[in-house]
């Protein structure tokens, strides 16, 4: 699986958007981009995931780049709740299982 | 949907013991669950695959006489963590993918064991 490049942490203050990137320059065509997050003593929780086209969903909007080199994750109003590590992750669909790499530590600041 | 629960959440015991993870798939069957370790602030590392009715394939280094897995049925995997020394100490956490899905992959809440 390609890797991927994080920042190792963020801050956002509450309420406004935050705009996760995530680099991955070496991505092949049928890598699929996912986001999971995970919260202080708790597993990985899926936030979103796509291929090539920008995804919307009830918990965040996964923007990709044209190239799909990088992408972002935007979370539209950060809760104190959405302080986690967020980790952006490469498979495809003959991959086994996911390679967890960093992530970046989001802190919201209220 | 897509629940994947882990059972204990948290585990205390003494050096030598052998401690037995549930990884159970609620509402969906799971022929492919996986077995990851995390220590504290690092990631989470990849232990094992586990395949129903067959044996689980281990990462590079995870001693499968140490960490014996079992799936039995599509929906329960189990991971016994043999004669457990303080090194063992450590964030297990599960994770299941539905059958014939591939794509997203459902985490459990994780088993915090620490081994006096």
């Known amino acids: 699986d390609a890797k991927t490049t994080q920042p190792n942490s963020m801050e956002s203050n509450e309420e406004e958007p935050v705009h996760l990137p995530c680099n991955h320059s070496?991505?092949?065509?049928?890598?699929?981009i996912h986001w999971y997050r995970q919260l202080p003593s708790q597993g990985p929780e899926y936030v979103i995931h796509g291929l090539t086209s920008n995804v919307n969903n009830r918990m965040a909007s996964l923007a990709i780049a044209e190239d799909r080199k990088s992408s972002t994750l935007i979370l539209h109003r950060a809760t104190l709740r959405d302080a986690a590590v967020y980790y952006c992750i490469l498979r495809d669909n003959y991959g086994q299982n996911f390679v967890f790499g960093p992530g970046t530590r989001l802190s919201v600041l209220p | 949907g897509a629940v994947v629960s882990q059972h204990p959440s948290r585990v205390i015991c003494k050096s030598g013991t052998s401690v037995k993870i549930e990884c159970r798939s609620l509402?969906?069957?799971?022929?492919?669950m996986f077995w990851y370790r995390q220590f504290p602030k690092q990631s989470l590392m990849l232990m094992a695959t586990?395949?129903?009715?067959?044996?689980?394939?281990?990462e590079q280094g995870v001693e499968k006489d140490k960490f014996l897995i079992n799936h039995a049925s599509l929906t329960l995997s189990t991971l016994t963590v043999t004669s457990a020394h303080p090194e063992d100490s450590s964030f297990y956490i599960c994770?299941?993918?539905?059958?014939?899905?591939?794509?997203?992959?459902?985490f459990g809440d994780g088993t915090r064991l620490s081994i006096l």
């Open positions: 994770s299941a993918r539905r059958t014939g899905e591939v794509q997203p992959q459902h």
């Open positions: 509402d969906f069957q799971a022929t492919t």
């Open positions: 586990s395949n129903e009715g067959s044996k689980a394939t281990y």
């Open positions: 070496t991505i092949s065509g049928t890598d699929y």
